[in-house]
């Protein structure tokens, strides 16, 4: 089973350009989750996708970010106009049930590599 | 605010020691506490996880100590190996929102 893949695993722009960036889920996972980790802080929740829906965008810092799922398959965040602060990783989650949902089991969030994103 | 706090930020074992990851806690809602561990150039992974019901949790070489009145959990890692050297995060969550400590950088000494 192939993992969670996310592109491009580095990505260095000027401040005030725009940056896309990918997460594939592993197959059949209609949970899809954006975190982000900045300055070796803590990994911070972005938002949450159940196939195509957005489920909760609360961690999402300001307007400038754009996250898309296309026909509940991949995903993409975009950061326009990108800003000094908008710089870490990016990781990318994705699972098949939810934690701890009705049936009240956990399951697993897998992460992708993460995409280093500095903003210069 | 940081909901999951984790100390050490480092530290450095000699192999077969034991490693030891604390991490506190304030909502009580949080109902799932996950380890990840995560290699560099890697995306952290599951490790192992506890229920706040169980009060320990062993697999293998790790163990989760939770202590719920405290709202404290910790990983130890017993017989540290070289292959241990990670970066170890403890996260909680409610429902599918997971919360992360800042991490912990292991480093086992051959």
């Known amino acids: 089973e192939a993992g969670v893949t996310q592109f491009p695993s580095h990505s260095v722009i000027e401040k005030g350009q725009t940056v896309t960036l990918r997460c594939d889920p592993i197959?059949?996972?209609?949970?899809l989750y954006w975190y982000r980790r900045v300055m070796g802080k803590e990994i911070k929740f972005l938002l949450h996708?159940?196939?195509?829906?957005?489920?909760?965008e609360s961690g999402m810092p300001n307007n400038r970010f754009l996250a898309e799922r296309t026909g509940g398959t991949y995903s993409t965040l975009k950061v326009q106009p990108a800003e000094l602060e908008d710089s870490g990783v990016y990781f990318c989650?994705?699972?098949?049930?939810?934690?701890?949902?009705?049936?009240?089991?956990?399951?697993?969030?897998?992460f992708g590599p993460g995409t280093r994103l500095t903003v210069l | 605010q940081q909901q999951v706090k984790q100390s050490p930020q480092s530290l450095i074992v000699q192999k077969g020691g034991i490693s030891i990851i604390n991490c506190a806690y304030e909502?009580?809602?949080?109902?799932?506490f996950p380890w990840y561990q995560q290699f560099p150039g890697k995306g952290p992974a599951l490790l192992i996880a506890i229920r706040p019901d169980v009060s320990e949790k062993k697999e293998g070489r790790f163990t989760i100590s939770f202590n719920k009145s405290a709202k404290q959990f910790s990983l130890h890692i017993m017989d540290s190996q070289p292959g241990d050297s990670a970066t170890y995060f403890c996260?909680?969550?409610?429902?599918?929102?997971?919360?992360f400590g800042a991490g912990t950088t292991v480093t086992v000494r051959a």
């Open positions: 989650a994705s699972s098949r049930k939810l934690i701890w949902g009705l049936a009240g089991v956990a399951d697993t969030q897998y």
């Open positions: 909502n009580t809602a949080f109902d799932y």
């Open positions: 197959s059949g996972h209609d949970n």
């Open positions: 996260a909680a969550a409610n429902d599918y929102k997971l919360s």
């Open positions: 996708f159940v196939k195509e829906s957005k489920q909760d």
